[in-house]
């Protein structure tokens, strides 16, 4: 069965530049999920979309924006990189803004040097 | 606010003892569990949930919770413990946002550690 696809799987970045990752829910999925998981650390609800809209949002610094595409993939854009920003990014999708799974994608390795 | 705890940062077991990975949970109305685990450097993979129905939920690779509402547990289980279940084990818990939808708040996690 298809999986959420993330893209790039690990990127490496220096201090003030932008990155952007991202989404590819599962077929017919319209809600995405994004999480941020530190090093040690549990992940971290970032914000979320269904059916292109923003559905809610978490803890996502300003510096970070996202959206949801027609094709319902979504990106995660990250401007000024800071050193604390070096984590395990995840998607996760779902059938629906109420469905009770998330499925989540494989993760980006964010790394800033 | 509702949340799960994992009490255990690890827990060490030998291969073929039957294992135990602690949560318990704070949870206003009917809670929605998942387990998840995460091998070095991958992704979280699904386990099992609880949703409603019997309180002993069977899940992948022969994991099992049991979800007990009077002591507000939800502890994973596996009769007997493989080398390869050795990772990072991760309670969940699926909290109702204002905008409508949900996410899924963590517990900190257990390392567990199979030996021989």
């Known amino acids: 069965a298809a999986g959420v696809i993330q893209s790039p799987r690990h990127l490496i970045k220096e201090k003030r530049e932008t990155a952007t990752l991202k989404c590819y829910p599962i077929?017919?999925?319209?809600?995405v999920y994004w999480y941020q998981q530190g090093p040690g650390q549990d992940p971290q609800f970032l914000i979320s979309?269904?059916?292109?809209?923003?559905?809610d949002k978490g803890s996502i610094p300003d510096r970070f924006s996202a959206q949801q595409f027609s094709d319902y993939h979504s990106e995660l854009n990250m401007s000024s990189l800071e050193l604390g920003d070096s984590a395990l990014y995840f998607c996760?999708?779902?059938?629906?803004?109420?469905?009770?799974?998330?499925?989540f994608g494989p993760g980006t390795r964010l790394t800033v040097l | 606010a509702q949340s799960v705890a994992q009490p255990e940062d690890q827990v060490n077991v030998a291969e073929g003892n039957p294992l135990t990975v602690k949560c318990t949970y704070s949870?206003?109305?009917?809670?929605?569990l998942f387990w998840y685990v995460q091998y070095p450097n991958r992704g979280l993979q699904f386990l099992l949930k609880?949703?409603?129905?019997?309180?002993l939920v069977k899940g992948s690779y022969g994991f099992e919770a049991e979800f007990n509402k009077s002591q507000t547990s939800f502890h994973l289980k596996k009769p007997s413990a493989l080398v390869s279940d050795s990772a990072l084990y991760f309670c969940?818990?699926?909290?109702?946002?204002?905008?409508?939808?949900?996410?899924?708040?963590f517990g900190t996690g257990t390392q567990l550690k199979v030996e021989l």
């Open positions: 979309f269904y059916e292109k809209m923003q559905s």
């Open positions: 996760a999708s779902s059938l629906g803004l109420a469905a009770n799974e998330q499925f």
């Open positions: 969940a818990v699926r909290v109702i946002l204002t905008g409508g939808g949900n996410k899924l708040t």
């Open positions: 949870v206003s109305g009917n809670p929605y």
């Open positions: 077929p017919r999925h319209d809600t």
């Open positions: 609880y949703i409603t129905g019997d309180n």
